[in-house]
């Protein structure tokens, strides 16, 4: 099944001129099977999520969050609440909570600004489920940097788009192994590595063809 499960709508994210019903019909319209809103800092209500999905005639419409951690930020998906994951929080505090609460995590365009993600992962090891390895705000240099961190490590590829208008949403995506009905089976998936980085024909592709 075909996600993208990186993506900002304007309804809890400032930055993006996304409005949410635009993203269903453009997700619908590019053929994708569901996506992952996954906004700074915020999680989607189960009401709001239970009114996208009535709205989206078969496209699974699910909410993660990005994080803001004190290294960079971080995908985490399965989370009740974000009680213990506010902004700032330590990725090694982050990666405990994620692993007590069975949820899956992935980094966001890892080496953006920066980041020493390759100090990161030598000091948690392969911690994470996933590694953001094609996105928007993914380039060839960044992308260069995750292939040789990834050729050593055994986590994931995953490409999601990092959208914040409509016409970003799903230029990359990820394509992941059996069917996907619910969030639990979304974190599964993750967790056990069934999962390869796509992109779209045709979308402008900040990364590079996958």
């Not at 409005?19 to 209500?45: F, N, S």
């Not at 909570?97 to 980041?115: C, E, K």
Request: aromatic share 8%; charged share 25%; net charge negative.
């Amino acid at each position: 099944m075909k996600f993208d499960h990186h993506l900002h709508t304007s309804r809890h994210s400032p930055d993006s001129v996304m409005d949410p019903w635009k993203m269903l019909d453009q997700a619908r319209k590019i053929g994708l099977d569901g996506v992952v809103i996954t906004e700074h800092d915020h999680q989607w209500e189960a009401d709001e999520l239970a009114e996208l999905n009535r709205a989206g005639k078969g496209l699974k419409v699910f909410s993660g969050v990005e994080v803001s951690a004190r290294e960079g930020h971080f995908l985490v998906y399965g989370l009740p609440d974000l009680d213990e994951v506010g902004p700032g929080i330590g990725v090694g505090e982050l990666l405990k909570v994620v692993d007590r609460l069975g949820a899956a995590i992935v980094a966001a365009h890892p080496f953006r600004w920066l980041q020493p993600f390759d100090e990161i992962v030598a000091r948690h090891g392969a911690a994470f489920h996933g590694v953001e390895y094609v996105s928007n705000n993914v380039t060839a240099e960044t992308r260069a940097q995750a292939d040789t961190l990834l050729a050593k490590s055994p986590m994931a590829r995953t490409g999601s788009s990092d959208a914040h208008d409509v016409d970003t949403l799903g230029c990359y995506y990820s394509e992941f192994d059996g069917p996907i009905e619910s969030m639990a089976d979304f974190v599964a998936a993750l967790r056990r590595g069934a999962v390869s980085p796509r992109h779209r024909v045709g979308a402008r592709l900040t990364s590079g063809p996958v």
